[in-house]
């Protein structure tokens, strides 16, 4: 088990060019590459723990991928294989409903595991709309629990109006609508993060939205290679944002950074407490990609509780910002916290008390009270983002983080940039 130790921080004025490429993107470049018969070309897929093991699985199922100069080369299977192994998708809750989505409307047997936090994540999300049309999933409490057993066969078009806006349950069912022999509808109390259709269509898929719903149109024949760079993940991004907010005197320049709105609004609410962020936008292909820079200025509280699904992934670095920020700030309609790589509502809570932070834990949310940080042992809880927010948190005061194994899963160089902003070891 890996201990990290973090010392405090002195200002600095730092430009990080190597922010690990965008998780979300990488593992759909991985899953939609076998929606063609040609082979996809993807630069910067991300090399991190979750998203090899998608690249793995989608080798099982019988694709070739070669390494030429930096350059990910996706040659798809002819016919899906049926794989002898089950398909480990490791903590990825992504890679698991994705391919859920993706398998059930493939012919043959499918065994969906992961690691013991992925085991206690729910799937009944999915494989009740899946089920009801038509799909064969079992697995652990009625096919809630991995691991997941699906029988590929043939499906039904549907009309889904998802409870909750889960861009994992939007993209796997979009995933089995394609295949099917008429229009889907897909639509989400708010819109989540919308990389999958944008890649789709981008692929030549026909994904329509028309007032508010998804329109899925069956594909005829199969869809173009993705030709495609990842870009830079903002929610790794943004904990070097949080860094440049909370210590005094701090600039820090992001390159080339996904700036997709639905990714945005942890930047957003930095900057409505006060910290100055500038977004400089470079190119914008599948996706807008730039700069983002941001200066330190004293924060002021903030109230959250609207488009939760844009930042859902980055509100554990962002309640660092909040226990640092002049007044009480809140997180409300954030319950989909409880289901992350962790819960992620008490992860939190329990790290911001131990360092002397006045905070109060609600079902949906919590109440932070700006204050200061005491040097304490903080535990990862096994989750990536505790991991790096508390490691973040540590630069104001020095700290320690243990179980720190988990940052391989999405952000593998996390400590290498975290030392030109302070002293950050591994210690034995
Ligand atoms: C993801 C969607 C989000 C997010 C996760 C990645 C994706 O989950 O929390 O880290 O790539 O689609 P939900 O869609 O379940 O909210």
Redesign the pocket.
């Known amino acids: 088990m890996s201990i990290l130790k973090v010392e405090k921080a002195k200002a600095f004025d730092e430009v990080i060019s190597d922010i690990a490429a965008d998780?979300?993107i990488s593992?759909?470049c991985a899953v939609f590459s076998l929606l063609s018969d040609k082979t996809s070309l993807v630069r910067n897929y991300l090399q991190a723990e979750d998203t090899l093991c998608t690249l793995n699985i989608i080798k099982s199922l019988g694709a070739k991928t070669e390494n030429e100069n930096g350059i990910l080369h996706i040659t798809p299977p002819a016919k899906i294989i049926e794989p002898p192994l089950v398909l480990d998708c490791g903590n990825s809750?992504?890679a698991m409903?994705?391919l859920m989505g993706f398998l059930s409307g493939i012919e043959g047997f499918f065994v969906l595991h992961g690691d013991k936090y992925l085991a206690s994540r729910p799937m009944k999300r999915l494989a009740e709309p899946l089920k009801k049309i038509g799909a064969n999933i079992d697995g652990r409490q009625n096919g809630n629990l991995s691991p997941i057993c699906i029988r590929g066969t043939k499906l039904k078009p549907f009309d889904y109006e998802s409870p909750?806006?889960?861009?994992?349950?939007?993209?796997a069912l979009i995933l089995s609508a394609l295949r099917l022999n008429a229009p889907s509808f897909f639509s989400e109390p708010e819109l989540?993060?919308d990389?999958?259709e944008r890649m789709l269509r981008g692929m030549g898929a026909n994904i329509e939205c028309k007032n508010g719903k998804i329109i899925i149109h069956p594909i005829k024949k199969p869809l173009y290679p993705l030709d495609i760079t990842v870009p830079a993940d903002p929610?790794g991004a943004f904990f070097f944002a949080v860094a440049a907010a909370i210590v005094p005197n701090s600039k820090i320049t992001l390159k080339n950074v996904l700036l997709n709105k639905t990714r945005m609004e942890a930047f957003k609410i930095l900057q409505q407490m006060g910290t100055q962020i500038e977004f400089v936008q470079k190119e914008d292909k599948y996706e807008s990609i730039g700069d983002i820079i941001v200066k330190y200025a004293p924060l002021k509280a903030i109230k959250v509780s609207e488009n939760i699904?844009w930042l859902?992934?980055e509100l554990p670095a962002l309640s660092i910002a909040f226990a640092c920020a002049y007044g009480i700030s809140s997180v409300r309609n954030a319950k989909?916290l409880r289901v992350?790589e962790s819960d992620r509502i008490s992860t939190v809570v329990k790290n911001l008390k131990l360092c002397g932070i006045n905070v109060r834990e609600y079902e949906d949310g919590y109440d932070i009270e700006g204050g200061i940080f005491k040097k304490v042992v903080f535990n990862s809880f096994g989750d990536h983002r505790i991991a790096m927010s508390f490691a973040i948190a540590s630069l104001l005061c020095g700290g320690v983080i243990e179980d720190t194994d988990c940052i391989n899963t999405s952000f593998p160089n996390f400590i290498d940039i975290l030392k030109k902003i302070s002293t950050a070891e591994n210690l034995p």
């Open positions: 998780k979300s593992h759909r809750g992504t409903r994705l909750i806006a889960s861009a994992q349950v939007k993209s989540s993060r990389h999958t929610s699904s859902i992934d989909e992350k």
